[in-house]
């Protein structure tokens, strides 16, 4: 774990460094809206999306300067989705990353601008040429990226998730598992398939990639039930126990603790078992999956 640890602290670093590159402070009268996004993006986070387009492309060689854009856009993404999720209209959350959310340090317009313009931003940096030389490769990448963070990704999730709180009956473990794999499991699932995408892979191993991916973006969710359920504020650095009180899709509320922590070991497992073709290349993303259980926050 300790070879883990320095290699997401590492991650993290660089992804932060770069992140407030591409987010500078404005002068300008638009001022506040860059503001509000340095503040959501630079508020910590474990950045495991980003970490996870690095070990994918450290795999199949990819030139770092690429993992770094794709990493950063990942990021973006992510970070739009917890400003937006957090909002009255939403979630309604006073707090993420152990601060006041985005519209509570600023204000409701202000966090959706910051949202909208981290969405495009991301978009706007896979796209171009940084991202990678070769116009295929981008336009393969930006679509990836769309479809994951979209309606069939991770937006459809959110619609699915809000659904079941007004719903009369409650969801099915086939359609929270659906859910899920949207919600979390699309811009997971982008992460690890993101090496295999800029070397151009479209074989087992980007298949295997997916596989994994979709193990562990199961196992991360129900991990976040369960932190939900038995974690608390301070650790968390967000509010615990909303998710069952709010009458939301949870793998918990359905199987209980104790079968839903058996059911993410072993999805861990299966996970492990999906890297064999990579034998001691994919080492980190075998500890990630463990990680991702183990976690406190
Ligand atoms: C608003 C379009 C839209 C989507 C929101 C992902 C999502 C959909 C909402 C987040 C709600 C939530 C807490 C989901 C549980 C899983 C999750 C994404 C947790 C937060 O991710 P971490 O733990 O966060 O990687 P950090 O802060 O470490 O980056």
Redesign the pocket.
């Known amino acids: 774990m300790i070879r883990l640890k320095n290699a997401l602290e590492k991650c993290a670093l660089e992804t932060t460094e770069a992140l407030e590159k591409y987010v500078p402070e404005s002068k300008d009268v638009d001022s506040l809206v860059y503001e509000a996004m340095r503040y959501s993006l630079l508020a910590?986070?474990?950045?495991?999306?980003p970490f996870l387009v690095f070990l994918s492309s450290d795999i199949f060689e990819v030139p770092r300067y690429q993992a770094l854009a794709c990493a950063v856009a990942i990021e973006m993404v992510?970070?739009y989705?917890?400003i937006?999720?957090d909002l009255p209209s939403?979630?309604n959350d006073d707090l993420?990353?152990g601060r006041p959310t985005c519209h509570k340090e600023f204000d409701e317009a202000t966090a959706i601008l910051a949202g909208d313009a981290l969405l495009t931003m991301a978009f706007q940096i896979v796209s171009s040429k940084e991202s990678h030389p070769d116009g295929e490769i981008r336009s393969a990448i930006t679509q990836e990226l769309a479809i994951a963070a979209g309606a069939a990704g991770?937006?459809g999730?959110?619609a699915m998730?809000l659904a079941a709180e007004t719903s009369e009956r409650s969801f099915d473990l086939d359609t929270i598992v659906r859910l899920q794999s949207r919600?979390?499991g699309a811009?997971i699932r982008f992460s690890c398939e993101a090496g295999a995408i800029l070397a151009g892979d479209n074989g087992i191993k980007r298949t295997a990639l997916r596989c994994y991916a979709d193990d562990i973006g199961l196992a991360?969710?129900i991990a976040?039930d369960l932190l939900d359920y038995e974690g608390d504020e301070s650790t968390l650095?967000?509010a615990a126990g909303k998710d069952i009180a709010a009458g939301k899709a949870t793998f918990v509320g359905l199987l209980g603790p104790e079968i839903a922590r058996e059911k993410a070991e072993n999805l861990v497992s299966s996970a492990i078992a999906r890297l064999d073709i990579f034998d001691h290349k994919a080492e980190l993303l075998r500890e990630v999956a463990r990680y991702i259980i183990e976690r406190k926050?």
């Open positions: 910590g986070g474990k950045r495991l999306r992510h970070t989705s917890l937006h999720d939403m979630d993420r990353r991770m937006v999730g959110q998730d919600k979390t811009l991360f969710q976040d650095g967000k926050n």
